[in-house]
């Protein structure tokens, strides 16, 4: 049995029908441009009958994707497999999955329908889809709740009928690793044509068990996954396509299987699929999340300084992120304050490392999290002490809505001098925006902004988070205000201050009032 696993990516069907929106043609054309990038084997992009909009996004894709199979999804019903090749047409290689339920519930009362009669549908739209393509899938829906019996049978029909990948969905994720695993592993010793198809699954993660289902899969012979990046798709989403792909190759001592995934690409696949998708990644999510290589317990930032396979099993590096993170919080112990001073260039010695330690511990507390632009701050503390913030929020003004172009007027405190500007922008908090980087004069790009509310209700205070790009480092800014405008314009003041600080440093370096790469706390 070949140790290949097929990568079966549903992100622009199973992924996109459970989307608030549905993405537009371009859209999904930007996402398929990616996964043909990831080096996808299988992409089923769309269910060419439910819309126009998705006929003509399967048929533009379909005319654009070279190096991955396109496949679109059709009931087992002669108008769907019709619309279906209609939209796949002009692909260079591309594939039909139809797909009928098999299970009691369904059969009774979705269906209305016995069993005979599916196998029936299933045939017949099999046969019909062969006429456009050799490339057929059929799918059992909810195989996860049909009897091992009742798959056998139709499996049979359906592989002799021309199907040549047999998918078996667990539709509503509700089967244990052990039972699915068992499922197919009953499936490939009692179907006798099998070796006539490749077995697929379909997990859904209502349990959380999307991905062990899969691996427990092809550990018991399925050889095509379908899976979704982000773990996109129904209710709790499919298996996601960034952990199959990493547990087989993290555990291929244990798997002995492989994916023609170049899994370097990755986190920016994910990131593209997140923004395009409007569906934020949590923090925690297995391989993508934020916090995936990021290390916050002192016990952990210790042992990863010494050896970062102590508490990591894979590295940044093999989903296209360059480093992993030490988060610097209260948390944090010496050895990760010494480590990123020495990644600034301040030699182990050259400071005293308990007094730039005790100083670091009260921001942190303060501040929560600790930047390296602070820590260098802390260094020459006594020096920055005297310098109150340069730039202050002094007035602020903003028109805009409905069909009003927003305009805002600012009026700063800068250095002992009061500072006007008014500008228009895409919105009030890019009016604010381009005032505040005018009065300033720092050419500061907006990297992140995120928004929360702080408490409950009504009196809520906005607290805005951002982080700007300077000359290619990463500054940080918060603003808590009850005004949401007022919040944005905080944060950008915060962070620009700390981009002051950290100038008036560099300055002082190299004027030779601070010693360069070499300091004594005072
Ligand atoms: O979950 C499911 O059963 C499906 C099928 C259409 C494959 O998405
Ligand atoms: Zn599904």
Sequence with gaps: MSDRVIIFDTTLRDGEQALSASLNPEEKLKIALALEELGVDVMEVGFPISSPGDFSAVNTIAKTVKNSCVCGLARAVDKDIIACAEALKPAENFRIHTFIATSDIHLQTKLHKTFDEVCEMAVHSIKLAKNYTDNVEFSCEDAGRTSVDNLCVIIEKAIAAGATTINIPDTVGYNLPNEFGAKIRGIIERVPNIDKCVLSVHCHNDLGMATANSIVAVENGARQIECAMNGLGE??????????????????????????????????????????????????????????????????????????????????????????????????????????????????????????????????????????????????????????????LDYLSVLSGGSVLATASVRMDV??????????????????????????????????????????????????????????????????????????????VHAINSIECAKIIQEKKEQGELPAGAAAVN
Excluded: W
């Design 235 to 392: 209710r709790a989403g499919n298996c996601s396509l960034e952990e199959v792909v990493m547990v087989m190759k993290t555990r291929s001592d244990f798997l002995h299987t492989e994916t023609g995934i170049n899994t370097r690409k990755i986190y920016r696949t994910s990131q593209l699929v997140s923004k395009i998708c409007n569906v934020p990644v949590a923090q925690n999510k297995a391989i993508v999340g934020q916090n995936a290589f990021s290390h916050s317990s002192g016990i952990h930032q210790d042992g990863f300084l010494k050896n970062s396979q102590t508490y990591e099993i894979i590295t940044p590096e093999s989903i296209g992120l360059n480093q992993s993170t030490l988060h610097m919080t209260s948390r944090s112990g010496r050895h990760v304050i010494k480590s990123r001073m020495e990644s600034m260039g301040y030699k182990d010695g050259s400071y005293d490392l308990d007094k730039l330690y005790a100083r670091f511990l009260k921001l942190a507390d303060k501040k929560g999290q600790v930047f390296d632009y602070d820590l260098e701050a802390l260094l020459f503390f006594s020096e920055l002490e005297k310098n109150e913030d340069y730039y202050k």
């Design 415 to 492: 250095g002992g001098k009061k500072i006007c500007e008014a500008a228009t922008g895409n919105g009030p908090v890019d009016a604010v925006y381009q005032c505040i980087l005018r009065i300033t004069g720092v050419d500061a790009k907006i990297y992140s902004f995120e928004i929360k509310a702080g408490g409950q209700g009504k009196d809520a205070l906005g607290e805005v988070d951002i982080i700007v790009d300077y000359e290619g480092r990463k500054f940080h800014g918060m603003g808590l205000a009850t005004d949401i405008i007022e919040s944005s314009a905080r944060a950008l």
